[in-house]
């Protein structure tokens, strides 16, 4: 019999912590399009996306949601990973985590036992999954902190990430978030960049009530000469951390800028951010996290 021609398959592997939004990123994925796979054992992956490579395009787009249930579950999995590449089946790798506040509030909200709670508390198999999830989450190609995300939020954040519409996806995607240092650093950031060196437009009596979106509010910023040599310089450091991250196959990237409230510079600075990053290639969006808390 002939062996059936191989096509294009995506793939994804969608793992992180029990609580963190592994069922909303599956039904997320689901309605882009992916043949969503639930707690697949880690030694059936390949053969599934071996399968779904063959499929004559009946399958193009595979996603494979692993969790702790399978135990032995990120040796096995990490060696899956490892046997994907080694086929030519490039699987992009989506973690999910929260911290563990939000997750024992989630588990007792919904009146549920960790998997790997056993006869301790709810923290007891939170830190036991971390452990486990440890040497994941550094294989990880997107990380997505939900403690502070809406289910519409998260479903945004991952459409972007994965929604191809057809259109060729570029080598890097970049998220840029604008926060205020007093409110905590988001968690999720791959680089973090204070521009509380400028001067701050809440001082201003006619500036203080607009925001980093206002045009007076980014021009006044931008004009500042401190605040065009920080982005000149800071988008040639983003230029060898994208070669580099394209060098280790990573897709995705995201900066973090902060201010004191997230209100004004943090806000202007992001969305200069975005249009240099859009202009080298780079698919960029901004995210204002703490814009409207003041």
Known sequence: MATAERGALETVIVTGLSGAGRSTAAKCLEDLGFFVVDNLPPELVATMAELGSRSQGAVTKLAVVMDVRSRAFSTDLAGVIGEL??????????????????????????????????DGRLSDGITAERAILEGLRDLADLILDTSDRSVPQLRRAIEEAFASGGIDVPE???????????????????????VRFLPNPYWIP??????????????YVLSQQSAGEFLDKYVDILRIIGAGYRREG????????GCTGGKHRSVAISHELVKRLTNLGVRATAVHRDLGRE
């Open 172 to 194: 890097l995607r970049a998220t840029v978030v604008s926060f205020g240092f007093k409110y905590g650093l988001p968690p999720d950031a791959d680089l973090v960049v204070d």
């Open 85 to 118: 590449e080694q086929r030519e089946l490039q699987p992009r790798i989506l973690f999910l985590e929260a911290s563990d506040n939000v997750l024992i509030r989630r588990f007792e909200s919904n009146r549920r036992a960790h998997p790997l709670q056993g």
């Open 250 to 257: 990573k897709h995705y990237l995201t900066l973090a800028v």
């Open 206 to 219: 006619e500036l203080r009530e607009l925001t980093g979106e206002d045009a007076e509010v980014s021009d």
